[in-house]
């Protein structure tokens, strides 16, 4: 059985976030990412959000991002290693939505605890 949540998260992923299975959510670059372990809630099929999505497509940020500052985009005081300069723009920070509402909502509707938070130290992008 496939399930998917319908909730602010937008991007979902299937999986089996029973009790006590623990799940990363990802932060994306400069952000905390979630240790977290599932509630076996069966309103959401036992299944829990993969990251907060993206506000602006690599295509857009592409286009245009070259044109905006590295504070504009959220690179500042982000340590990132990449083969291809134009993947840290696509990545950037100002291209996801924060993570912190995502993590709440689950939280809220006990779908999920939350274990540790981890910050991160550098990011590479291939």
């Not at 905390?32 to 940020?61: K, P, Q, T, W």
């Not at 300069?85 to 995502?102: C, G, L, M, N």
Request: net charge neutral; glycine share 8%.
């Amino acid at each position: 059985m496939t399930c998917r949540i319908t909730s602010p998260c937008q991007k979902v992923r299937d999986g089996s976030e029973g009790v006590g299975q623990p799940v990363i959510i990802p932060g994306l670059m400069g952000a905390y990412s979630y240790l977290m372990v599932g509630r076996g809630n069966a309103a959401f099929c036992n299944s829990a959000s993969h990251e907060a999505g993206r506000i602006h497509s690599r295509f857009d940020l592409n286009r245009r991002g070259a044109s905006q500052s590295e504070a504009e985009l959220g690179l500042i005081g982000v340590d990132c290693i990449t083969l291809r300069q134009e993947r840290r723009i696509e990545e950037a920070p100002f291209a996801y939505k924060p993570i912190q509402s995502v993590i709440d909502i689950q939280v809220e509707v006990e779908m999920l605890d939350v274990v540790a938070r981890l910050s991160p130290v550098l990011t590479f992008k291939a």
